[in-house]
Structures are given as C-alpha cells and as structure tokens.
C-alpha cells in the first residue's frame, strides 16, 4: 500500500502536535501539512490534494463540519475523518450528512486510531462499535422505511443481490446488467444510506431485515 498523505486540521496546537504523534506510530501516514483553520484547510487542499483530512469539528471562523462540506463537494474522493472530544450523536451525524468518512475521539487510544485509520484508508472501516449502536438506536423503524422508499426498484435489487453475497459480477448476470452499472448503482445506494462499503450494506441490511425473510418483496423487482 503506498503512503497515505495526511492533512491534519485544528485550531489547537498541542492538539495538532499530539495528531501527528499518533500518526508517526506508523509508517503508513506522512503528514504533509498542519493548519489551523477551515479556509487554510481548503486552500491546502486544492493545492496539494491529500488522500486523507483530520479535522476538528470545533475551530473558530469557519468549522470542521462546514469545511467538510465545502471539500467533499469540491473533491469528494479525499477522505475525511472528524476528530472531536464529543461524542454527541447530532455531531457524528451531521458530520456523515457532510460527506465525513469516520469519526474519532481525541481521548481514544493511540492504538485504535492507527487500526481505525487503515481501515479507513484501506476502505474496510465501520464507525467504532460505540458509535454504530448510537447511529443505529437514532434510526427508528419508521427511519428505515423511509430509507427503503429513497431507493428505486433497481436499487433495491441491487442491495438484495450484494448483501447476499454476491459480487458485483454476479448481481450483474443474474440482472442481466453490466458489471459497471452495478458498481454505479451500489455507489448510489452506499450515498444514500450514508454506508462506507459492502461490509456496513450486508449488516445494514440484515439489520432492517431488508434481505432474507421479511426484505423486499417480488414485487418490486423491474
């Protein structure tokens, strides 16, 4: 795996020194730049493109999850992770709105940020256990069923075939589709369900019973 370059953003400065510790535990991150504030963040972004952002969500002026925001529109394949000493569930949850790949907590311990953080990188990473039973009790049932409705009928096949298993090749002869337009489709409905891989897409599913016994009827397949 080549090094992740790494642009680490907050407003404190022993908070960005004891960031880039972390991160010097391993060789897989270099970071290649510090600022201390949302508009610094964009600007470094657009000149040097890193793969990965740790941002603070609290800085002053402009904060993390507005300049999270702003970067994921603009370069929506850099990854970011929000990293906060609140593990409020209206942070995590709008920071996911925001486009934010993961959520850290700055009182974690050193080890769990460098295996959270490949995982992240290497695109294998649910949220911490803690926070995908918070995500999970703030979606109601109700919720889900409305999650259900944001996705057409060829989403929903498309979910049933992967989180059964399948690989994108496979879903693609059994719909008689091509590979690519699964691989579109899955993107979409990852977005939709602010989901970060196949891996969260199977347990989701199975969570809200949206496969198997109780998942979506034949009816709704086109």
């Known amino acids: ?5 790494v642009l680490v953003v907050d407003d404190h400065k022993h908070a960005q020194e004891a960031v880039c510790e972390i991160l010097s535990l391993d060789p897989l991150f270099e970071v290649i730049g510090v600022v201390s504030g949302g508009a610094e963040a964009i600007a470094f972004t657009e000149q040097w493109m890193p793969d990965l952002i740790l941002m603070d969500i609290r800085m002053n002026g402009m904060d993390g999850l507005e300049t999270t925001g702003r970067i994921k529109i603009a370069y929506p394949y850099v990854k970011i992770v929000m990293i906060t000493v609140s593990d ?12 934010a ?3 850290l907590l700055k009182n974690l311990a050193p080890s769990t940020w460098i295996e959270y953080l490949r995982a992240i990188v290497s695109e294998e990473a649910p949220l911490s256990r803690e926070l995908a039973f918070q995500i999970l009790k703030e979606f109601s049932a109700p919720a889900a069923e409305t999650e259900a409705e944001a996705l057409t009928a060829r989403e929903r096949e498309i979910l049933r075939q992967v989180a059964s298993g399948l690989t994108n090749r496979e879903a693609a002869e059994n719909l008689g589709i091509s590979e690519h337009t699964v691989k579109n489709h899955l993107k979409n409905i990852l977005q939709k369900l602010q989901l970060q891989n196949r891996v969260q897409l199977t347990r989701y599913a199975m969570e809200r019973g949206w496969v198997g016994k109780g998942g979506f009827g034949d009816s709704e397949r086109k």
């Open 1 to 5: 795996m080549n090094r992740c370059r």
């Open 88 to 99: 409020d569930i209206a942070y995590l949850l709008e920071a996911l709105k925001q486009g």
């Open 101 to 103: 790949q993961g959520y």
